[in-house]
């Protein structure tokens, strides 16, 4: 049975920092990518950012050069460190897995948290 917690949300001001973290078991270790997404109210779900069993990592452009996925192996593990934080950052954010190559579509993704709420005020 698959597992993904996510854990680290809460309220943070303009310009600040959060760390996101996913804990995961039973998703498997075979060709495997990890991701995080969110949503914010009346919004489509966005891919934020992904990452694969190689290490390989892309990123949405919103996002690019603020937030920062990894993983830790040892622990089963995903992160997310987002800094720069904008009010359009709020969300709830999801941690996923999905199998096959990298991507940051909710469609390619199997398994799914329940989710972390981020709030950034101005």
């Known amino acids: 049975q698959v597992q993904l917690v996510e854990s680290g949300g809460g309220s943070v001001q303009a310009g600040g920092s959060l760390r996101l973290s996913c804990g995961a078991a039973?998703?498997?270790?075979?060709?495997?990518?990890m991701g995080w997404f969110r949503q914010a109210p009346g919004k489509e779900r966005e891919g934020v950012a992904a990452?694969?069993?190689?290490?390989?990592?892309t990123y949405a452009r919103s996002v690019k050069g603020r937030f920062t996925i990894s993983k830790d192996n040892g622990k089963n593990t995903l992160y997310l460190q987002m800094n720069s934080l904008k009010p359009e950052d709020t969300a709830m954010y999801y941690c996923?897995?999905?199998?096959?190559?990298?991507?940051?579509?909710?469609?390619?993704?199997?398994?799914w948290g329940q989710g972390t709420q981020v709030t950034v005020s101005s």
């Open positions: 039973g998703y498997g270790y075979s060709n495997h990518y």
């Open positions: 990452i694969d069993s190689d290490g390989s990592t």
């Open positions: 996923a897995v999905g199998y096959g190559y990298l991507s940051r579509e909710p469609r390619d993704f199997s398994y």
